[in-house]
């Protein structure tokens, strides 16, 4: 069924059964998690698949929106000028985090009292194994390969280099690379299509990774971690809307809430997958849809689940702090910093990886404190609830940034962004990427003087 409107056909929306069927199946996984939590656990393997499925999408996406971002303008300082301007947005904003996650942890001293036994000290051993590697690693880590295997390593780093590359290719290329550019465009299509059709087993998905975690921890599991749970919530409530909704309200006017309302479903994505980057491509989709310029879009939303980690710096913080307070072995402010410091480098490129926090957590604490390492079991537990609140935040954090450095560096399009907030002009869900015809990626004839 379709409505007309000023002679244009617009197909009704159904995809919003998709989401209310998530809800349903989120609540069904957490009932089945708590009655069969045998036959839950034995379910993760679905909800693995489809993040899987997800993560599958992202580095093509990344690829397309930044290649057509870049290649679609003529000066590659502006695209110097965004992505500065971001790295010094990120720095700021991973500091504010910090502060604020260690003034709440030292303010609420949560893990004393706490009794560490032989099996919980175990697992932080493992967890170590599995920590990031140096920082010398992480920079060498960003080339890959070669040109192509950007596209299927796995790392978004690898992907955001190679497109920024392509992209000043294109530039260079002048009129001559065109054609790449439109077909790019075509596959930018393409891409979204597919993932469009992914997100329809996002409810099967949501159900057995709710099912599986709630049937690995149950209830009785939380309740003596549930002070720093609460507490870890409540600081990046705090966060969100305090420092970062004041921030967009100043700045650009815009209502954080109204904001939020639009990405609704992408938060309901994250809650359901505990993973940021299970929204990675819908977020480039819709801050696009939204006004801010693709060159933008491209190069701020790829970085910032790297460098943006505000939900991790909180979570790292705060988990600290717990560790050594249940080990009576607290740190003081000056080891605090030099620790939380090292691990917000060491945790770059995480941010959308499910457990890679509790890894960092681990190596950060075994490179710094080792006699804290047994402490990263008492954790365990309920780092996957804690997973779920540090990608939230991350994702937050990002789509704020978004619309904050296009209205910096202007290159949001303030009135399509009303418009689309004011829900005059909705994101077209089967499609998932604007289409303005054959001449979308024609290069700006000068430099935009916006």
Excluded at 371 to 396: P, Y
Aim: proline letters at 3%.
């Amino acid at each position: 069924m379709s409505t007309t409107t000023q002679g244009t056909t617009v197909k009704r929306d159904r995809t919003h059964y998709l989401y209310v069927a998530v809800i349903v199946a989120v609540v069904l996984g957490a009932v089945v998690g708590l009655v069969f939590p045998d036959f839950a656990v034995g379910l993760k393997w679905i909800g693995t698949t489809f993040v899987a499925l997800i993560k599958m999408m992202i580095q093509p996406v990344i690829f397309c929106t930044l290649v057509i971002g870049v290649g679609s303008v003529r000066s590659a300082a502006s695209v110097g000028k965004v992505g500065g301007l971001a790295l010094a947005y990120f720095l700021t904003m991973s500091t504010f985090a910090l502060g604020i996650g260690m003034l709440v942890g030292n303010l609420i001293d949560p893990g004393e009292g706490l009794n560490l036994s032989d099996d919980v000290a175990g697992v932080g051993q493992e967890q170590a194994a599995e920590a990031k590697g140096s920082t010398t690693e992480f920079i060498t880590g960003i080339v890959p390969d070669s040109l192509f295997s950007s596209l299927t390593s796995g790392e978004v780093l690898q992907t955001l280099l190679v497109a920024l590359l392509v992209g000043f290719a294109l530039q260079a290329m002048g009129r001559s690379g065109q054609p790449i550019l439109t077909a790019i465009g075509h596959l930018q299509r393409l891409v979204f299509r597919v993932l469009a059709m992914i997100m329809w087993a996002a409810p099967v998905g949501a159900f057995a990774a709710i099912a599986a975690v709630v049937g690995e921890t149950g209830v009785d599991a939380l309740k003596s971690l549930a002070t720093i749970m609460f507490a870890f919530y409540i600081t990046c409530a705090i966060f969100v809307f305090g420092v970062l909704g004041t921030l967009l309200k100043l700045a650009t006017g815009v209502n954080i809430f109204s904001l939020f309302k639009y990405l609704a479903r992408e938060f309901l994505l994250i809650v359901s997958t505990s993973s940021s980057e299970s929204a990675l491509p819908r977020l480039i989709a819709k801050m696009n849809h939204a006004g801010v310029e693709k060159t933008t879009v491209g190069v701020v939303v790829p970085t910032g689940y790297s460098f943006n980690l505000d939900g991790t710096a909180i979570y790292l913080t705060m988990a600290s702090i717990f560790i050594a307070d249940a080990l009576d072995k607290p740190l003081s402010i000056g080891e605090q910093l030099s620790l939380l410091l090292f691990m917000i480098i060491a945790s770059k490129g995480a941010a959308g990886v499910t457990g890679a926090g509790l890894a960092t957590l681990a190596g950060g604490l075994s490179s710094h404190r080792p006699e804290l390492l047994d402490g990263v079991g008492l954790i365990v537990g309920i780092d996957r609830f804690m997973s779920e609140a540090r990608a939230v935040t991350n994702f937050a954090g990002n789509s704020v940034a978004t619309i904050l450095i296009g209205q910096w560096t202007h290159t949001l399009d303030r009135d399509q962004l009303d418009r689309v907030l004011a829900g005059e002009d909705r994101f077209d869900e089967t499609t998932m990427v604007d289409d303005h015809g054959p001449d979308a990626y024609e290069p700006d004839p000068v430099p935009a003087t916006r």
